[in-house]
């Protein structure tokens, strides 16, 4: 009998990107992480990336690439991401799939997406046809080949998207087994039903197509995937094997496919340690031979359908109520407002609906006049979004026009098209998918339909905000000071559009605070010094210049007069319009710097006002991570004279709050949170130092016990495992410092018996990595004789057992 298990991982983030700035900024919630990005891929995707096998006794006996393994997907929008942020997870997912290809006959293990995970059976069909088209580009453009199958989010499935994925070349997708509406065996008459997942998910199935088209359907094993997702079946990786391979019939003759779909980030994520589970399990299954490890398109190849199948319409894996969840009050939630309620998802759809809408024509009508075609254009507008270089949008340009454009109407292309980009980005299924439409999600989509407005109102001239905030207002939020989303985007998202001149005035602000190149850039701007004059006086500032600021999306540029005033701590005051000539510029320069260096503050200001007028600029302003470095900038000084005080109290009373401890007596809370505060801080900052003082290290946690103090853990165990991790990397680099050795060990072993529970994931791949490499070699080296040798062995063997300890 031929028993084959493939389990599938879809890896999704929403896009989190600022729509203006084409970067994700700080998102306290995901703290000690700059973002939920950062923080899910350090849990779960770079785990799964390396992840270890264990033995009885707990030690690693291996570090697998699971990726190599299994059947995944990644979001596009996620890789995009990973590409910038996390290169080296990033290479080890492409790198996965062609280990996967070696392993599996030329079948890779990774399968495309439609692009920004939007519901498909409820998009029109345009919209439809981008998502895949964009998402098979991205896919060659990343691995290299051509996609066999195609992740639909959600599993969102209907007769026209299956039409769209066949026309495209896609070979098979998976679904749930209760989108499952009737199947047959190729060649018989008479059909059997299926709805309510009566189907056997161990088979494959083709789909007749109206269009004459077919394509392979895979239903996966629902109460299996489910038992991973929510019943602690990662808990432990033999239970898993032996829930895998105790699936199959015994009594069937036919080649058996158990297959199993989660979100992939069930394993590290919401459950961790779960990519060891999945490790071990495969491994184990591997192994002993319980079953073959596959891939979905291994299987097709040596196993044709025998079976066809017809799909219940418009149905998805998280709604029971079809794709409901996605345009109306369904009943379909996460659970955590039982009191809530989700009206506001119809008002929503509808909103974005009629913005689409009314965008298409003019964008139909300005790309036409332009000598594009405007679907196939935008079809291949991921060329672009790929590869955002001058020349690459040239060819591009070029490639898809008639004549030649002039710079002004090159501008005009680039913003239809962006324009179109973010309609599409608007309708990711996350928007809908939690309880509150002023939630992150649903704000999310919000924003990219503002970038969209403000284009089109630049394109146009006419006025869509209006009507479009109008529809937005009649869905009501759950949250009483919210009111609605009309409300919503009128307090939340307004405020945070950026223009050219919004960009010039981060320029200016943050000027005061770095230096700056002649040339920089600044998220998806670029901006070039034309002129800067900065003066001092004490704790004041005075910065004056001129700059030309320049989209590198959409090509837009603009050449600017500025001028932004420092009075101290986060109090500033600026001004940016357009240049006008350069003698206005230097009547400004000169009014400015006489009232400066007067030291006449208010008459500064009142210059400011009769210069730029209502184009004024404040702290505020600044985009939200540089807010933060500058703040850190100002606090800085503000936390040394508190930390100072602190310290006063601590060293006057510190023999009386030995005694109090002594004798078991509670501290008062102020000299409690005193003492904290001091051990913290001065602990942390040690962890953070480029070469660690180990002897503060462990006077610092004596008093930490001696006082019984409850320290920060969080923020402890996240600077002793970055400093763990670069002394790790030192190490690989130099693997012959046994003094960079000692170190680690001696840190190590300080943090054993502390309150602090650092992450070794990073410092034992790369230890177990040097155990094969570099031990090797000087193990050889021991065995002739060689006394350094041995000295290193030694050493290197305390190290890796202390590591191996930890997991």
Not at 193 to 199: F, L, T, Y
Not at 397 to 407: E, G, K, V
Not at 465 to 477: G, N, Q, V
Not at 526 to 552: C, F, P, V, W
Request: glycine residues 4%; hydrophobic residues 35%; charged residues 20%.
């Amino acid at each position: 009998m031929a028993h084959y298990i493939c389990i599938h991982g879809h890896f999704y983030q929403p896009p989190r990107e600022n729509p203006w700035l084409g970067q994700v900024e700080l998102q306290e919630s995901a703290y000690p992480y700059h973002d939920w990005n950062e923080r899910i891929t350090d849990e779960c995707y770079a785990r799964n990336s390396a992840s270890r096998i264990l033995n009885g006794e707990g030690n690693i006996v291996d570090i697998i690439n699971n990726y190599s393994y299994i059947s995944f997907n990644f979001g596009p929008t996620l890789l995009q991401w990973m590409q910038q942020e996390t290169p080296d997870t990033y290479a080890a997912i492409l790198e996965a799939d062609r280990q996967s290809m070696a392993r599996f006959s030329g079948h890779g293990a990774a399968l495309a997406q439609a692009y920004n995970h939007i519901i498909m059976p409820l998009a029109n069909e345009r919209d439809k046809h981008t998502q895949v088209l964009w998402g098979i580009y991205d896919f060659r453009q990343r691995f290299g080949r051509s996609p066999e199958g195609m992740w639909l989010p959600e599993t969102a499935a209907d007769t026209p998207t299956l039409e769209v994925l066949a026309q495209h070349g896609i070979k098979f997708t998976i679904l749930s087994p209760y989108q499952a509406r009737r199947y047959r065996k190729i060649g018989e008459k008479e059909w059997h039903a299926a709805e309510g997942a009566k189907i056997d998910p161990r088979r494959p199935y083709l789909c007749r197509l109206p269009s004459g088209k077919t394509i392979a359907l895979f239903f996966y094993d629902a109460p299996l995937s489910q038992g991973i997702a929510f019943e602690r079946l990662l808990n432990s990786g033999e239970v898993l094997a032996q829930r895998l391979v105790h699936t199959f019939d015994e009594k069937s003759a036919e080649p058996q496919l158990m297959h199993i779909a989660t979100d992939g980030e069930t394993y590290g994520h919401h459950h961790r340690f779960g990519e060891m589970a999945l490790s071990y399990a495969l491994n184990r299954i591997d192994k002993d031979k319980l079953a073959t490890i596959t891939l979905y398109s291994a299987f097709l190849e040596k196993h044709p359908p025998q079976y066809e199948a017809e799909i219940i319409e418009k149905t998805s894996w998280s709604c029971m109520h079809g794709v409901e969840r996605w345009q109306s009050n369904c009943g379909c939630n996460t659970g955590g407002h039982p009191d809530w309620q989700q009206e506001w998802r119809g008002p929503l759809r509808q909103a974005l609906d009629w913005l689409r809408d009314q965008l298409s024509p003019l964008y139909e009508q300005q790309m036409r006049a332009l000598t594009a075609d405007p679907w196939a254009t935008r079809n291949d507008y991921i060329q672009v979004i790929m590869d955002r270089s001058e020349a690459n949008v040239n060819r591009f340009i070029s490639s898809h026009t008639a004549r030649q454009l002039s710079a002004q109407e090159q501008v005009r292309f680039l913003q239809l098209l962006e324009m179109q980009y973010h309609t599409l980005l608007m309708y990711t299924s996350c928007g809908w998918f939690f309880d509150e439409v002023t939630g992150i999600e649903t704000m999310q989509d919000i924003f990219y339909a503002a970038r969209a407005l403000q284009l089109a109102q630049a394109l146009s001239g006419q006025d869509y905000e209006t009507k479009f905030i109008e529809l937005l207002s009649k869905a009501k939020s759950n949250l009483k000071g919210e009111q609605d989303a009309g409300h919503a985007y009128n307090t939340i998202v307004k405020p945070t559009v950026v223009d050219l001149l919004r960009v010039s005035a981060h320029y200016a602000i943050s000027s005061l605070f770095q230096s700056y190149p002649e040339t920089l850039d600044i998220y998806s701007f670029r901006a070039t010094t034309d002129h800067y004059n900065m003066q001092e006086i004490g704790r004041q500032k005075l910065a004056i210049g001129q700059a030309h600021i320049k989209s590198k999306i959409t090509w837009e540029e603009i050449r600017i007069t500025f001028g932004v005033l420092h009075l101290g701590d986060h109090q500033l005051f600026g001004g940016v319009r357009e240049y006008v000539d350069q003698e206005t510029y230097a009547r400004l320069e000169a009014e400015l710097m006489e009232a400066f260096e007067k030291g006449n503050t208010s008459e500064v200001i009142m210059l400011f006002d009769k210069h730029f007028r209502s184009h004024s600029y404040s702290f505020w302003h600044l985009f939200k991570d540089d807010q933060q470095k500058i703040l850190d900038q100002v606090l800085d000084q503000t936390m040394q004279g508190i930390e100072s005080d602190f310290q006063q109290i601590y060293d006057n009373n510190y023999p009386l709050m030995v005694a109090m401890k002594s004798l078991n007596m509670p501290l008062p809370r102020p000299l409690q949170q005193t003492v904290e505060y001091i051990v913290d801080t001065k602990l942390e900052r040690e962890l953070e130092q480029e070469s660690p003082n180990l002897r503060a290290i462990q006077r610092l946690r004596q008093e930490a016990v001696r006082m019984k103090l409850k320290l920060n853990t969080e923020a402890l165990n996240f600077a002793a495992t970055q400093q763990i991790s670069r002394l790790m990397k030192r190490l690989n680099e130099k693997p012959q410092d046994l003094a960079l050795m000692q170190t680690i060990i001696g840190l190590i072993t300080q943090l054993q018996d502390s309150q602090m529970e650092p992450d070794y994931w990073q410092a034992q791949n790369i230890a177990f990595c040097l155990k094969q490499t570099a031990y090797a070699a000087q193990k050889a080296r021991s065995t002739q004789g060689d006394a350094s040798a041995t000295a290193w062995c030694r050493q290197f063997e305390t190290l890796y057992d202390l590591l191996n300890l930890q997991v």
